[in-house]
């Protein structure tokens, strides 16, 4: 694979960076050696990644951040702005929708699903989007340039069986295309980007309790090098607004996976996504 573009006077702010598919963005970009904010609620697996980041060439800075806690998130751009002259990234990974269903949502019905996990969703899911953008935004004017990457799950804009799930994913989507369209005057970039399935660390678990086909899986490292490939495309603006696959940017921009491998868009097994 050609090497990766440089991004040495970058600074990106990563958010859920502490493990799995936020931890192979930050990795990337280290492997870009751009300057990386990247946060969790994890100090020691914060500290791990960080070590790693730095030992790839990049320049890491780890943040102890809960994005349902206004005041933290606010912290953290206070002290990005007080440190850094603006932002060029900001990648919203964070997720704690269904951090209450340790084994998955499964598929309960929507009408026998509870309200509480209506609100997780929002809550823990869509709105530290919302409330990092806002807020990263402003520091992104200076440079007339920016990009802000939601990531989601995706398939085709099929439907993806549990209904909450479903539509905070889909609003992602449609909330990365409104603020596209609102900042498309100030040459900021937003999309959302859908990676395939991923071996991050739930899944491996997963997959050591009850071991299933790994075959056509990808590693967070494959999402972090889409995005650093989008970040240093001069037409990046065209792009702004849409939905995005992981395996079709690695078509385009050339990247594989860390094995060589290059998995195309994702797509759901048969009986996971309905039409």
Not at 120 to 149: C, Q, T, W
Not at 178 to 195: K, S, T
Request: proline share 6%; charged share 20%; glycine share 10%.
């Amino acid at each position: 694979m050609p090497a990766l573009p440089s991004l040495r006077d970058q600074v990106a702010v990563v958010t859920g960076a502490s493990q799995g598919i936020g931890r192979g963005i930050a990795l990337a970009l280290g492997d870009a050696a751009a300057t990386v904010y990247f946060t969790g609620r994890n100090h020691p697996a914060l500290e791990a990644v960080a070590a790693e980041v730095a030992a790839r060439g990049g320049r890491p800075v780890p943040v102890v951040c809960d994005h349902t806690d206004d005041t933290q998130v606010e912290r953290l751009f206070a002290r990005v702005r007080a440190e850094q002259p603006a932002i060029d990234l900001l990648v919203n990974n964070v997720w704690g929708g269904y951090e209450a269903h340790p084994q998955g949502l499964g598929r309960t019905p929507f009408w026998k699903s509870g309200l509480e996990d209506w609100d997780a969703m929002f809550a823990r899911g869509l709105r530290p989007h919302f409330a990092a953008s806002r807020l990263a935004v402003p520091l992104m004017f200076d440079r007339r340039r920016g990009l802000i990457v939601d990531t989601i799950a995706w398939d085709r804009h099929k439907y993806l069986l549990h209904l909450y799930y479903d539509v905070v994913k889909h609003s992602t989507a449609r909330m990365a295309y409104g603020m596209a369209l609102e900042l498309r005057p100030h040459q900021v970039a937003v999309v959302a980007l859908a990676p395939g399935f991923v071996r991050t660390e739930r899944v491996l678990a997963a997959h050591t309790a009850h071991p299933f086909d790994l075959s056509g899986t990808e590693s967070p490292e494959y999402t972090g090098r889409a995005v650093v490939c989008l970040l240093a495309d001069a037409g990046l603006m065209k792009r702004s607004g849409q939905i995005l696959t992981v395996g079709g940017l690695a078509r385009e921009y050339g990247f594989t996976d860390i094995d060589g491998h290059q998995p195309g868009p994702f797509e759901m097994p048969a009986g996971m996504v309905l039409d």
